[in-house]
């Protein structure tokens, strides 16, 4: 019951919920596309670094 509540809690967190959703998505690209995940990557983390903050 208490774990629930806090997973409940936890989503309704949408910024660290789009956080976590943003870090597996450029571990996927990563492993995709070595090369154009640097540039990728650093205009990513520049837009939610503006977002969340």
Known sequence: ???????DLFIHNSKGLAFIFQCLTMLVVRLQTRTTTTIYSKSVVKQNFVVAF
């Open 1 to 7: 019951m208490k774990g629930q509540v806090h997973f």
